[in-house]
């Protein structure tokens, strides 16, 4: 089996574990028995723990990313690059639930990732590019200028990240029917309280 596929193997089985039985009670010996491999073989891709849960971290700050650029250079309305960012997360807990499971338990809520220098910088990355998504709509008269674009950021994002926690904290499975209920819900509350007023 070539690296790639061994590798994958590996962050499969360690997404699986780490969303089951938590970071600090995972050990390395779990993950190899989740991917029927040895102890040494894991090892020998992954330094330890801390290096295997940072790459499948990185990934998944390298997918939002990539997923809030685009969305900031598509020509699409403000109104459509917000239901983007409600469905792509909503997306990635359908398709790899362990991996919004870790997110959520984690980064999100992880004090220790929050107090790393470097967890703060991928937070802050994170809320720019909404900001700016957001201030772009300010620009355009779609969305009220008298909040700033980065506590709207914190309203869209915070109230994505409540629906994925309750589900993820609930074992609730994500169907294409209620990511729909959600991404509207999301939406329709956000930008009734965030419409521009004629009045303004």
Not at 29 to 40: L, P, T
Not at 61 to 69: C, I, K, T
Not at 140 to 155: E, K
Not at 175 to 184: A, H, L, M, V
């Amino acid at each position: 089996m070539d690296k790639a596929r061994q590798e994958k193997r590996i962050v499969d089985a360690a997404l699986k574990v780490f969303s089951t039985k938590g970071y600090a009670e995972t050990r390395m010996a779990d993950i190899a028995r989740e991917a029927g491999m040895s102890y040494g073989l894991v090892y020998h891709y992954y330094e330890n723990k801390e290096k295997l849960f940072d790459a499948i971290v990185e990934d998944w700050w390298a997918g939002f990313y990539r997923e809030l650029e685009s969305l900031k250079e598509s020509l699409v309305s403000t109104d459509e690059k917000i239901v983007g960012i409600i469905y792509y997360l909503l997306g990635v807990y359908e398709d790899k639930p362990d991996q919004i499971s870790i997110f959520v338990t984690e980064v999100s809520r992880g004090f220790v990732y929050h107090a790393h220098s470097k967890g703060k910088s991928k937070f802050n990355r994170l809320f720019d590019l909404c900001r700016e998504i957001l201030e772009e709509g300010q620009k355009n008269g779609s969305l009220r200028t008298d909040i700033h674009a980065r506590y709207l950021a914190y309203v869209l994002l915070g109230s994505i990240d409540t629906f994925l926690s309750v589900m993820v904290l609930g074992g609730e499975k994500m169907t294409p029917s209620r990511k729909r209920r959600i991404s509207q819900g999301i939406t329709k509350v956000f930008l009734e309280g965030a419409v521009r007023k004629n009045n303004e």
